[in-house]
């Protein structure tokens, strides 16, 4: 019967994210006519759309947010990642910080709204094969985060856990970013249990999925800070936040 529901569910979702993504392209590309700014608003309201369509599976979202993080604030975001859906999820959840993403160059290509965004957006789209390309890619994004007061959004896992557990860290990308600005606050992020809703490479998704997302308080930056020893401290507080996050969906 699970299985099932999963199926009529299915349908309808995958109908309104392909619909978001269509509808929202050309709406991007109007906006972009009259400025960067007014495409992030029209991206920022494509990712909480398609995270309303989630609800459509049963999907479920639980926030632990800290009231320090402030709207239309700077930050350096460093998360996990276990899903595709990652990015809607936190891109509406941080509506306000406007975040940009450190993406693989081969998602900018054929994927309606995500690419265009992708492309035109002030994201750092890096060749993986590059390690130099990439590292400038992301210093360069550090270079929008001082200069527009942006958010960039970071996954030093490098790819996602298709089970959940939390991979090792891949330090050079994140350094780089810490290096290029220095003087902008670190927020460290976790999600669990979004890597369910591609358990089946979404055919079908399952239905009333839980997620859970931490948002933690954000880390002040000194010019003579160990930054190995503060991205030591992201990753154990993320590391935390995901055993507290299985223990309360345990109970």
Not at 9 to 22: I, K, S, W
Not at 63 to 87: C, G, K, M, T, W
Not at 148 to 175: C, N, S, Y
């Amino acid at each position: 019967m699970r299985t099932l529901r999963d199926w009529i569910f299915t349908g309808p979702f995958l109908l309104a994210f392909g619909t978001l993504l269509l509808v929202f392209d050309p709406a991007q590309r109007l906006a972009r006519l009259f400025g960067q700014r007014p495409q992030e608003y029209v991206v920022g309201a494509l990712q909480w759309m398609l995270l309303r369509a989630l609800t459509i599976c049963g999907t479920r979202v639980v926030v632990e947010r800290s009231p320090a993080v402030r709207p239309r604030s700077p930050y350096l975001v460093v998360a996990n990642h276990q899903s595709i859906f990652d990015i809607p999820i936190f891109g509406a959840l941080l509506y306000t910080n406007f975040p940009k993403y450190v993406s693989k160059r081969s998602l900018a290509r054929w994927i309606p709204s995500i690419s265009y965004n992708l492309r035109r957006g002030g994201n750092a789209l890096i060749d993986r094969g590059d390690p130099g390309q990439a590292v400038d890619a992301i210093r360069q994004l550090a270079t929008s985060v001082r200069e527009r007061g942006v958010a960039a959004v970071i996954f030093p896992e490098g790819t996602r856990a298709r089970h959940g557990a939390l991979g090792p860290f891949k330090r050079r990308g994140t350094m780089a970013l810490l290096e290029a600005a220095p003087d902008t606050p670190v927020v460290p992020m976790c999600i669990d249990q979004s890597w369910r809703l591609l358990r089946h490479n979404m055919l079908p998704v399952p239905f009333g999925t839980t997620v859970r997302v931490w948002i933690g308080d954000p880390i002040s930056r000194h010019p003579d800070e160990d930054r190995e020893a503060l991205l030591d401290r992201v990753e154990a507080e993320i590391h935390a936040a995901l055993a507290r996050q299985r223990a309360a969906a345990a109970t």
